[in-house]
């Protein structure tokens, strides 16, 4: 089993900038992906970002241009910059671990998901 560990939420003003980590634990050759997701209460989790562990970024395209995902091997840690952040960004912020074929359709594809985090509130005041 993998475990992981989001830290980093808060609350920012509109534009403001926080960034998420997501450490992982245990049998971390056991998966090949690491996702990003948020879910607000009453509505279906989505898909933020993901990455490879072998390299390949996704994006939602409602995050595209604004979000950055990386990993640092050393540390197993994957993180989730978010720049100039909107009203409708807040959320429970997830990570997630899974085996995936490849490419953006997999990769923030919700049941391809098999271990998840805690989650990390982020709260965007106007």
């Known amino acids: 089993q993998v475990q992981l560990m989001e830290t980093g939420g808060g609350s920012v003003q509109v534009g403001g900038s926080l960034r998420l980590s997501c450490t992982a634990s245990g049998n971390t050759n056991r998966f090949n992906v690491i996702g990003w997701f948020r879910q607000v209460p009453g509505q279906e989790r989505e898909g933020v970002a993901a990455?490879?562990?072998?390299?390949?970024?996704y994006y939602a395209d409602s995050v595209k241009g604004r979000f950055t995902i990386s990993q640092d091997r050393a540390v197993n840690t994957v993180y989730l910059q978010m720049n100039n952040l909107k009203p409708e960004d807040a959320a429970i912020y997830y990570c997630?671990?899974?085996?995936?074929?490849?490419?953006?359709?997999?990769?923030?594809?919700?049941?391809?998901?098999?271990?998840w985090g805690q989650g990390t509130q982020v709260t965007v005041s106007s």
């Open positions: 997630a671990a899974a085996h995936a074929p490849g490419g953006r359709r997999w990769a923030l594809t919700t049941p391809l998901y098999h271990n």
């Open positions: 990455i490879y562990t072998v390299g390949g970024e």
